[in-house]
């Protein structure tokens, strides 16, 4: 049974090495993905799954103990979702996986509690009702399951961003950002799939997973963070 979960945008700029000179401007979005792994971390889970957007090469699961490296990104950086296990993982995290396993070891996850770590790596262009199919599967795989869901809202927000200027994507970030708020899983399987992938929403497939696995959790949600920083959305909430 999900019995709390955290939601983190998954840029690789999150990582201050990253970053380099541009990491201070997203202090106050590292900070508010401390407080929901906090938040996370006090709700005791048995398992926490780390769910991300992935490339079809990083979909599936993905077990403890799975690594990553920062080095496409110009930096010689390795992180490790949660535990090392005797026998290595046979592929890496994808990136989004990879940030969550850092924000996770930024918050000392594995020296402050005992709960068991997998990812769960998401294509983007996942139907809906395989994502709310794939939450429910999550959420009957423990007692106490916790998920950190990882995903970016629209990039399309200014003429710089990513997907150039789309004015339907301040809308969208509004409804997911209320979905969010509210820990609101029929809202969240509202969303428009279609809509999503055109904005460059990335965060649309692994919200619907959360979906699935909060129906009938009756988890209640807090809105941490929003902001749209070069032009995309990033969202931080806590449900509990």
Known sequence: MLVAAAVCPCPPLLVPEVAAGAAPELDRLRDACATALDELAAARPDLLIVVGPAAHAGRGPHPEGATATFSGFGVDLAVRLGRERAAPADRPLPPSLAVGAWLL????????????????????????????????????????????????????????????LDERAEAFDADAARALADADPAALIALDASLAYRLKAAGRAPWQVLAGAAEGAGLRGRLLHEDAPYGVGYFVAAWS
């Open 105 to 164: 070891g930024r918050a000392r996850w594995t020296e402050t509690t005992d709960t068991a770590v997998e990812g769960l790596g998401v294509g983007e262009p996942l139907e809906t009702e395989r994502c709310v199919s794939a939450g429910q599967d999550l959420a009957a795989r423990a007692d106490r399951v916790a998920l950190l869901v990882m995903g970016d809202g629209s990039a399309c927000r200014t003429l710089k961003a990513p997907g150039y």
